[in-house]
């Protein structure tokens, strides 16, 4: 008959079993946090737990209005003015109102040039 004996030690310690299993879960959970932190910056872990999460492979062709506002730093408001002045194009799925990303980037790299509104010209003053 064969006789096969186990000690578990850490720290030169004899520990259990389960003790010296959840010692090993601690460590490999550390090593993957660590990998993960390493290898993903902070702004893309954020929306990690989204369900509407989008394929970081295949770039977004349109966003909706709030999405286009942050990314342009203004106001949802602003860009309903915009969309209503006709300086930001929009492009309608279903009910949906989306920003194409193109126009976002025009916008953003050229930004939009507003005048204001003249006064009518009448008698000018000496």
């Known amino acids: 008959m064969l006789s096969v004996e186990i000690r578990f030690l850490m720290q030169g310690r004899e ?20 990998e993960i932190s390493r290898n993903f ?4 872990q954020q929306g990690s737990d989204s369900p509407r999460r989008v ?5 977004r062709r349109a966003v909706s209005i709030r999405e286009a506002a942050r990314l342009l730093s203004i106001s949802p408001r602003t860009v309903h003015n915009y ?3 006709k300086v930001i194009r929009t492009i309608r799925v279903g009910r949906r109102v989306l920003v194409p ?7 953003a790299s050229r930004g939009i040039s507003w005048r204001r509104k003249q006064k009518p010209t009448g008698e000018q003053r000496e």
């Open 15 to 34: 520990v259990s079993v389960d003790s010296f299993v959840e010692a090993i879960v601690r460590e490999v959970r550390a090593s993957v946090r660590e």
């Open 41 to 44: 910056p902070k702004h893309e």
């Open 55 to 59: 394929d970081s492979e295949m770039p």
């Open 83 to 85: 969309i209503a002045l």
């Open 101 to 107: 990303m193109k126009t976002v980037n025009e916008v």
